[in-house]
């Protein structure tokens, strides 16, 4: 098995194809990590939702997680992260093209809605179910992906330039290199 880390372009690819990952939010030092549906603009990531931990959690502390993975086999994989900010989009006039925005990439998806009001209804206690629409400002993204192959059969362009490699990627290299 080869690991190969993935560039931007790649890391996006997998972004615009997926529409399930797991959100990591942390208040008071205490971590969680929940499923949602989301969808993928290019810029950034779009989910819904009703008032619930999570929001609770991602109001109280914006700094957010995203991971998507992708199992084929046990040498055959791909992860991404996205390391980002939490900004909801209120029912507010001055948020409306944002809102219409989520909406329009969101919809793309069947059944978009789903999760968030479904959830309500395996719940004893009230539960919201005013709709939250919200965005992950993306900071930074990084992915890896497992072949079995030295080489990477990603479709785009895939070469990272000698002097960006990480230490792994020389390491990698090497043999090809002399």
Request: glycine fraction near 4%; charge should be negative; proline fraction near 6%.
């Amino acid at each position: 098995m080869f690991i190969h880390e993935m560039n931007e372009f790649q890391c996006q690819r997998v972004l615009e194809q997926a529409s399930v990952g797991r959100l990591a939010c942390a208040k008071d030092n205490q971590p969680y990590v929940v499923p949602i549906y989301f969808s993928f603009d290019g810029r950034y990531i779009y989910g819904f939702t009703t008032l619930g931990e999570k929001v609770e959690w991602m109001r109280a502390n914006p700094k957010v997680c995203l991971e998507i993975d992708e199992l084929n086999s046990h040498d055959r994989w791909t992860s991404v992260i996205v390391f980002g900010r939490y900004e909801e989009l209120p029912d507010d006039p001055k948020f409306d093209a944002d809102r219409v925005a989520a909406h329009e990439v969101l919809k793309k998806r069947a059944n978009w809605w789903e999760p968030a009001y479904i959830s309500t209804e395996l719940f004893d206690v009230p539960h919201s179910l005013t709709p939250i629409f919200y965005r992950i400002r993306i900071e930074r993204v990084t992915g890896r992906r497992a072949t079995k192959d030295r080489e990477d059969k990603f479709p785009g362009p895939v070469e990272t330039p000698k002097d960006k490699r990480t230490w792994f990627d020389k390491l990698l290299h090497r043999d090809s290199e002399h």
